[in-house]
């Protein structure tokens, strides 16, 4: 009675394509309301010459007797003429349930070029009659632009020194120190919970983009445009670093998984990487120093 209320369709629309021009891969799956199904993950392509284009797409339509109807839409193309044979793709359950879907086709045709008509001969360079009026137009606005900066540089002048405000650039505000900056960012990252709505490999870009930029200026490296191996590789020289280095590697190597490998973490470990964050930041944060009495002052105190 389950595999009946369960159901997997496929199609792709259209089946015949140009070189570069794009087709929808479309799957419905059907299926009870408290049920959750894992839906196919392509990592480039969807088989050899069939490419994926940007991320896939999802619907979700509520039907009568408790069931839902998902539909998952991938964009795909092909840059090589051919007959492509799309493969059957496999819905799983959490109980290990299997759907499976037929399998599909693409075709893809080359553009057609006509060769037949002849080549028209080239035509000799024309040059075009003076713009008399746009030159004037020009001058006229170039003319009115001059006269309104000298009407604004009048009026400011006359307001500065009638109410004697001072000429001098303000004082640049003080730069707020590596680890605030990123103590602060951190935050912010963690209120987000970017992850929840979706959004995992931004999560993981912003993680990367507030460690890289605080080992930057803590630590004088260039980790903004080093590799993880690369960044890894410069802390072992640095003894703040010692104990926290299994942190970074631990965030930096999650992030390279989502961002490259395209890789779904479960929710606990996206807390992981973000307290492992928070204990490097909190760990290698400078102490300050406090100076001690000189000599000579001490002995003006004892005297």
């Not at 284009?53 to 840059?79: A, C, H, K, W």
């Not at 059957?88 to 060769?115: A, R």
């Not at 001059?146 to 500065?160: G, P, S």
Request: proline fraction near 6%; glycine fraction near 4%; aromatic fraction near 10%.
């Amino acid at each position: 009675m389950f595999a009946q209320e369960c159901s997997v369709y496929g199609k792709i629309e259209p089946h015949l394509i140009r070189v570069g021009e794009q087709a929808v891969l479309h799957y419905e799956l059907v299926q009870p309301d408290n049920v959750r199904f894992s839906v196919p993950s392509f990592a480039d392509s969807v088989c050899t010459g069939v490419e994926l284009v940007g991320e896939p797409s999802m619907d979700t339509v509520r039907l009568t007797d408790n069931r839902i109807q998902v539909d998952i839409d991938y964009i795909v193309t092909s840059f090589d003429s051919g007959f492509y044979f799309i493969p059957s793709q496999l819905f799983e359950d959490e109980t290990g349930f299997v759907l499976e879907s037929k399998p599909l086709s693409l075709s893809v045709t080359t553009i057609q070029v006509n060769l037949q008509d002849a080549i028209r001969p080239e035509k000799g360079l024309m040059q075009p009659p003076f713009d008399w009026l746009g030159l004037i137009v020009m001058l006229l606005i170039v003319k009115a632009a001059l006269l309104l900066l000298a009407v604004i540089i009048i009026l400011v002048m006359h307001f500065v020194f009638k109410k004697r405000v001072p000429l001098l650039s303000p004082e640049p505000e003080p730069e707020i120190p590596p680890y605030e900056q990123a103590y602060g960012r951190l935050v912010e990252i963690r209120e987000k919970k970017r992850w929840q709505l979706g959004e995992v490999k931004e999560f993981y870009t912003d993680l990367t983009d507030v460690l890289r930029t605080y080992l930057s200026k803590r630590f004088k490296i260039s980790a903004m445009e080093s590799t993880t191996d690369e960044i890894l590789e410069d802390v072992k020289s640095i003894p703040e670093m010692a104990d926290y280095r299994s942190d970074l590697k631990s965030v930096l190597e999650e992030a390279d998984l989502v961002k490259f490998a395209k890789q779904v973490p479960f929710e606990n470990e996206n807390y992981q990487v973000i307290d492992a964050a928070f204990k490097l930041v909190e760990g290698t944060k400078p102490i300050e120093e406090t100076t001690a009495p000189n000599a000579s002052e001490s002995e003006e105190v004892v005297s």
